[in-house]
């Protein structure tokens, strides 16, 4: 078999068999992906005519403009399709979009076959997809095309194609901002990379690529708007000894166990073998380092250097450098293309192949793992009466780096269509649905330590609450059963319902003495 046909089929199968990663069992296991489907049933319910209950506890939130895409488009298909299938389909969109955008990507960028995307495939299902980032996710999908896009008519923008790009820059700020931000700077970057390669050829040169720049301002409104508009936050910053060993231990490979080390060093062999490559079959020539190409790896320094000096949390980016790590990688593996030779493109596919096979059944294998759990979390979902109130006490901890149960309560609103007091978006004014509810929801503050939280607080208002691994002889647990009634217990479930005598008390007795 040639070798273009062998990396063609090997394309294909990876990407089929990673669409079955979503589709083979119940559950995708993400952090924040459950609250999202949530949110996103919630916001088709108050898109319908009438009263659908919803109202009560949710409004739409009119002041966001980012974060939007995944709502709007699994809101859609909710309308049609169970939840679930709903969700699948949206994250098989994102599947399919990121395979096309980094192979149009690679191409423009001057690659014969679809090696590189190959390499950057994993990606797609890394550490930002299975902490639940879906927005931003579906956000890089468009960032990727914008850059293949340009650069593929880098010497020869019209109009048309400026407006094309300012249009992914709006819809990548729907999406998410940080898209929207890298979407334009990644443009700004590679113009001003191609001005410097073509300095000899005079001042035409520089003109014509700041009216590029100038044509893209619109692009930059909404981000520029968002960061203006937010409130002040206090930013974090990772020391730069934690950001430098999580880059060189291929952090975005590791979230589910620590044993994923293995898979975080394989995916840099990977990428710098790649690099390697293709240093070795570059022959010297004049000016080289200003060769246009080399764009694209200036715009992969670029993103290295921002993900050590940005902060990780603040302006309502939490975890910031994970969200920037994986970018570099893929930016490295499109400027390595597959120019190397037939025996280096050979030694590529079949390094490549087998890292994304190995990462794939490891990510089977672990999400088999987490949907037998996860079965055991949801299985109190029929013990609990339509539109009463929950929230989970998950006492498992953070023994994985993404916390899978952390909000996995969203699956009873999911299914039974219960309110999720713990919801944390509900509260968070970068997502298009916050909670319109005046009665009593806990706060993280009355969730954090689990240890302390005042159990009889809740009673009156929470009507049931679910906990997972709760320890026995703890002074948690035996308030637990003093206000509430265990009614389902499975595996580290354990579900309770709050006694009626807490749910209803009477009225306080009068102090004595007191008039009345």
């Not at 570059?282 to 050590?308: Q, S, V």
């Not at 890292?355 to 013990?383: M, P, Q």
Request: glycine share 8%; aromatic share 14%; proline share 6%.
């Amino acid at each position: 078999m040639k070798l273009k046909s062998a990396a063609w089929v090997l394309f294909l199968v990876l990407i089929v068999l990673n669409l079955g990663l979503l589709w083979f069992d119940e559950y995708v296991p993400t952090q924040d992906g459950p609250c999202h489907l949530e949110n996103a049933l919630h916001f088709r319910d108050l898109c319908l005519p009438g009263d659908t209950g919803v109202e009560r506890y949710y409004r739409f939130n009119p002041g966001t403009g980012s974060n939007l895409l995944y709502f709007v488009t699994v809101g859609a298909f909710a309308a049609v399709l169970p939840p679930y299938a709903a969700e699948r389909l949206f994250l098989s969109l994102y599947v399919l979009g990121f395979a096309a955008a980094t192979y149009a990507f690679a191409r423009s960028a001057g690659a014969r076959t679809p090696i590189p995307a190959i390499a950057a495939l994993p990606y797609a299902l890394a550490f930002p997809f299975h902490m639940g980032f879906f927005n931003y996710c579906a956000g890089l999908v468009i960032t990727f095309a914008a850059w293949a896009y340009f650069w593929r008519r880098r010497d020869g923008l019209r109009g048309r194609d400026l407006v094309i790009l300012n249009a992914a820059a709006i819809l990548a700020y729907l999406t998410h901002v940080l898209a929207a931000a890298l979407l334009v700077a990644g443009i700004f970057a590679l113009n001003a990379w191609l001005a410097g390669g073509g300095i000899s050829r005079g001042r035409k040169t520089w003109r014509k690529r700041a009216a590029v720049c100038a044509a893209l301002l619109p692009g930059c409104i909404l981000p520029v708007y968002f960061v203006l508009t937010s409130p002040p936050s206090t930013l974090g910053r990772l020391p730069w000894r934690d950001l430098a060993l999580l880059f060189v231990t291929g952090s975005s490979f590791r979230f589910f166990s620590a044993q994923q080390l293995y898979l975080g060093i394989a995916s840099l062999v990977v990428v710098l073998g790649a690099v390697v490559l293709r240093v070795l079959s570059r022959r010297p020539e004049g000016r080289r380092w200003l060769a246009p190409r080399n764009g694209i790896l200036a715009l992969a320094l670029g993103t290295l250097a921002l993900y050590f000096l940005a902060p990780d949390a603040g302006r309502h980016f939490a975890v910031l450098s994970a969200r920037l790590l994986i970018i570099p990688w893929i930016l490295l593996l499109v400027w390595a293309g597959d120019d190397f030779g037939r025996a280096g493109r050979w030694v590529l596919l079949v390094a490549a192949s087998a890292f994304a096979l190995t990462f794939w059944v490891d990510t089977l294998c672990h999400h088999r793992k987490f949907n037998r759990e996860l079965r055991d979390f949801c299985s109190g979902a029929e013990y609990v009466d339509e539109g009463a109130n929950i929230v989970c006490m998950d006492f498992s901890g953070w023994q994985y780096r993404i916390a899978v149960f952390s909000s996995a309560a969203s699956y009873y609103a999911v299914d039974r269509r219960v309110m999720n007091l713990a919801n944390y978006e509900g509260d968070q004014r970068t997502f298009p649905v916050n909670f319109n509810y005046g009665g009593f929801r806990p706060l993280p503050s009355d969730l954090r330590p689990l240890e302390k939280c005042r159990v009889k607080k809740f009673a009156p208002a929470v009507d049931y609450i679910i906990t997972w691994e709760l320890p026995g002889g703890k002074p948690i647990t035996k308030k637990l059963w003093r206000h509430y009634d265990g009614v389902h217990c499975r595996g580290k479930l354990w579900l309770f319902k709050a006694k009626e005598e807490f749910k209803n008390p009477p009225p306080a007795p009068p102090a004595e003495g007191r008039e009345r």
